[in-house]
């Protein structure tokens, strides 16, 4: 027989495989609270009812968030601690984590955020910023020689609950320069709207409660608040990050209510010799996106499987929005399309 002068797998030219992602943008991905066995994740408000609750924690202006009495916390509702702690709230800053900034993309590099204001949002200046040393709330402080005092809490704070059981508020103490420990000695209520009533001050919180050095935990708050406070934030960052990291297939993404709807792009694909990468147009489409709307997560589904069996140039939105791409999802038989 005669045998191959090259390896068998460089005669095959796959087609690229098509990854189209379906991005939920309704309101609830402004939220900054994800807690488990409530109404949409949201944290429990005393003053609610089941079908409501706090949805944002911080001062939140100028951006498309929506503040009201229910949803919003405020100052007396930050004293449910719960809200923040990671523990209870997934999405609230958590020390063993390292937040980085957002994928870059072209010229849009995404720095590490300002460790006394950071942005509200990573891209609109116009939303403006936070104060992490302003007040969050205020606590009653426990001394021991004098009578108790009013403990402002600053902006960058966090509550751990050590092995044995006691609660500790963690601050990022800019006007120190240092960490701050707070043991929670009293507290009101019960399950998810505890609240707390008295600290004391103590030099180091016992058990396995990481340490981190101030300057590090400092830069590492702003960036989760920047970057990854809130649903939105996350799973932009997320979907960016493995955009970047993807080659030789093509990527489209729809919103579920149609704020961005971008057909199939390549990333990284060669396709006769020449070299296609539009990643840097899909993250500035991903980017722009801003959540509003309700869920309607089984239209943008339906939207998707239509753009897939017409095999059609166009990704339409059920609403009636509809982009051309470059080319439709399957690629002609002899360019591997069968494959797809």
């Known amino acids: 027989m005669d045998l191959a002068d090259q390896p068998m797998m460089t005669s095959i030219k796959p087609a690229p495989a098509n990854i189209m992602v379906l991005l939920d943008d309704s309101d609830s991905m402004t939220f900054e609270v994800l807690a488990a066995d409530y109404n949409e994740g949201r944290f429990p408000n005393p ?43 997934v999405l609230y800053y958590n020390p063993e984590i390292a937040y980085d900034p957002w994928p870059g993309y072209g010229n849009q590099d995404f720095l590490p955020a300002d ?8 891209l609109k200046n116009n939303a403006g910023t936070i104060d992490l040393d302003g007040e969050s709330f205020s606590v009653t402080l426990e001394l021991d020689a004098l009578p108790d005092a009013v403990l402002p809490v600053k902006n960058a704070h966090y509550f751990r609950q050590a092995e044995n059981g006691v609660i500790y508020l963690v601050v990022l103490n800019g006007d120190e320069n240092k960490t701050n420990y707070f043991a929670i000695t009293e507290v009101e209520g019960s399950g998810m709207t505890e609240k707390i009533r008295k600290v004391r001050s103590v030099t180091t919180p016992p058990g396995k409660i990481r340490v981190e050095e101030y300057g590090q935990a400092r ?58 990468d539009e990643t840097t147009v899909l993250l500035e489409e991903l980017y722009a996106c801003d959540a509003a709307g309700n869920t309607p997560l ?11 069996s017409s095999n059609s140039k166009n990704l339409t939105h059920y609403r009636g929005k509809s982009v051309a791409g470059d080319d439709p999802p399957y690629f002609p038989e002899t360019e591997g399309g069968a494959c797809q």
């Open 298 to 308: 089984r239209e943008g589904l339906h939207d998707v499987g239509n753009y897939y």
């Open 219 to 276: 830069q590492n708050f702003a960036n989760w608040f920047t970057y990854h406070r809130r649903r939105e934030y996350v799973a932009k960052g997320a979907i960016a990050g493995i955009i970047k990291n993807l080659k030789g297939v093509r990527v489209g993404i729809l919103s579920i209510n149609g704020t961005i709807v971008v057909p199939l792009k390549p990333v990284s694909v060669w396709r006769d010799g020449i070299y296609y």
């Open 115 to 122: 460790r006394k204001f950071p942005k509200l949002h990573p």
């Open 47 to 89: 003053a609610g009812d089941e079908q409501d609750g706090y949805s944002y924690i911080f001062e939140t202006a100028g951006d498309n968030a929506s503040l009201d009495d229910i949803r919003y916390m405020g100052q007396a509702g930050r004293k449910l601690w719960k809200s923040q702690s990671h523990a209870y709230n």
